[in-house]
């Protein structure tokens, strides 16, 4: 079974996709400075609908667009850029040719960001997997870890929207390597998100196959207990990779009655909470279908 950086995505709410919307309540913040920028982000993290944010993203496009024009080399504006433009095409675009162009435009973003500073990652062409990872290693400051982060879950973004593009699959260990490197310079980043990517990537899979399932659900408990319980995205993602892949429909529904009787409003995620709430009501739904399958 695939995870949801390895396929397309229909317009709902999906278990990695939730994650994406923790990079774009920091976005904002990112944009705009002082108390302005604070409260916008504070009213983003706060929204418990999620059609407010997608009708208010266009103008945040066109913002931070006009933004990044005047001050090209300013990373902290292309990251801004980076998660606005992989938010929105993953969570709100149906057309998945559009999605692609701007979780592209996304992705590129974060790119020019982390080469400002590493412009040993952005040589011409195709770099062997060992460079890369020589570069990835080296990069040991707390500091580094936004543009670490924002380079891996906009590739990561650009990957789910590519239709199993092969040029596109290849690039997951890229995308695992950098989130690795998250973790070790601070395990708990982003209320555990990061683990719950390394959870998907290590669940796309059956261990008869390659995959490595068991590493997976190490993720997704870590996730769950470093922000003790509060990240849904976490259950969620552990209901829909983990317990699937292994037709485990107990703890497949266990773990998404626990994400729908958990309150939803949290300091920094609050709507992805709800949106991870919508998600676990669609999969109890239909597991009796599935695990008859």
């Known amino acids: 079974m695939a995870s949801d950086i390895m396929k397309p995505v229909s317009p709902g709410v999906t278990a990695s996709t939730v994650g994406l919307l923790c990079l774009l309540l920091t976005a904002c913040a990112g944009m705009l400075s002082g108390r302005l920028g604070d409260s916008i982000a504070s009213g983003i993290q706060s929204q418990d609908e999620p059609q407010i944010v997608a009708s ?3 103008a945040y496009l066109v913002m931070i667009d006009g933004l990044i024009e005047k001050s090209p080399r300013d990373a902290r504006l292309l990251l801004a850029g980076a998660r606005l433009y992989s938010a929105y095409a993953v969570l709100f675009v149906k057309d998945e040719r559009r999605a692609r162009r701007l979780a592209s435009k996304g992705f590129n973003y974060a790119r020019k960001a982390i ?34 982060y924002g380079y891996a879950t906009a590739w990561a973004a650009r990957i789910q929207v590519s239709g199993g593009q092969w040029s596109a699959l290849a690039d997951v260990p890229r995308v695992e390597l950098l989130l690795q490197q998250v973790i070790t310079l601070d395990d708990d980043y982003d209320h555990g998100q990061p683990h719950v990517y390394l959870g998907i990537i290590n669940s796309r899979l059956p261990a008869a196959l ?10 997704f408990e870590h996730a769950i207990a470093v922000s003790h319980g509060r990240n849904l995205a976490a259950r ?5 990779y983990y317990a699937r892949l292994l037709f485990d429909r107990p703890l497949h529904d266990k773990l998404l009655k626990a994400v729908l009787a958990a309150d939803p409003h949290e300091p920094g995620l609050t709507l992805s909470n709800v949106m991870a709430q919508q998600q676990a009501r669609n999969l109890l739904e239909h597991s009796a279908e599935y695990f008859e399958e």
Do not use: K, N, T, W
């Not at 952005?122 to 543009?147: K, M, N, T, W």
């Not at 390659?210 to 993720?219: S, V």
């Not at 969620?236 to 829909?240: I, K, P, S, T």
């Open 56 to 58: 208010a993203m266009p």
């Open 115 to 148: 080469c400002l500073r590493f412009d040993g990652l952005c040589v011409e062409g195709v770099q062997p997997y060992a460079h890369f990872a020589a570069i990835i290693h080296s990069i040991d400051r707390q500091d580094a870890l936004p543009l670490l």
């Open 210 to 219: 390659g995959g490595h399932p068991e590493i997976g659900r190490a993720h």
């Open 236 to 240: 969620l993602a552990y209901a829909r």
